[in-house]
């Protein structure tokens, strides 16, 4: 059975996945920040660094959010980011943000779902994706989507949380993601659900080889898999044959 955020609601796990990050957008920068104590950001950075080679001039940022990942993606100094998802609530921060920053010329923020993007076949030359995946209601679908709307030659590349699989990192992690974080992601963020979640689906998620094995069913060859902090988050990347 899926895990959903909200397991007495009867709605889809897209309409309720959407439904929570727009509860908690007001708090999610923060949220973020604080319950990783920051290396959110240096992942970020790592994963980015992974595409300098491929010098990608055009990027598709899904499940964009408030935009953290497209704006890191800045580094590699491409022509235009466009950022996709499916909370309204989530892109209006982001488009603030963009604002804020005088970068809203280069990343365009829009309205989209993963399995249904709303772009021609061969169109980026990176599509890039940071703690998305694992919300998605149909994982093959979105990726086999995102592989559609990479160019022939382009990249692929997808930052998302894993589960450490050794003593003792696995059992403190435990301990960490099924008390600390969801207490302090109920008061601060004052949903009761969204921080329960994170650590369920974050464990319900086919992580590593796994990952690799839907990551090459939707057509991305050259796969590699880069584990980070003990395990904690995985980089994962994939090439769109020429
Ligand atoms: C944990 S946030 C990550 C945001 C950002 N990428 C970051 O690194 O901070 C996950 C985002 O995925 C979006 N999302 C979930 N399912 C989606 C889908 N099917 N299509 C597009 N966006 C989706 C959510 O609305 C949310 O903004």
New binding site residues.
Partial sequence: MAVVPYKDKSTSK?EQ??E???NI?PK??LL?HVLSGGI?ILW?KKAIRQLKPYAPQTIL??????????LEALALKPKKIV?????E???SIGREKMKKRGVDQIIEMRS????RLPFTDNEFDAVI????V????NLLK?LTDMHRVTRAGGVCLV?EFSNPRQFPFKQVYRFYSRTILPLIGRVVSKDSSAYTY?PESVQAFPDGPDFLRIFEAAGFTNTQWIPLTFGVASIYIGQKSQ
């Fill in positions: 897209r996945v959407a929570m990050f727009d957008s999610y920068d973020n959110d970020r940022d899904i499940a964009t959010g408030t935009g953290d990942f497209a950022g996709v998802d499916i909370s609530g989530m892109l989209g779902d993963s399995e994706v940071s703690f998305g694992r919300n998605f209601e979105g930052l994170l």
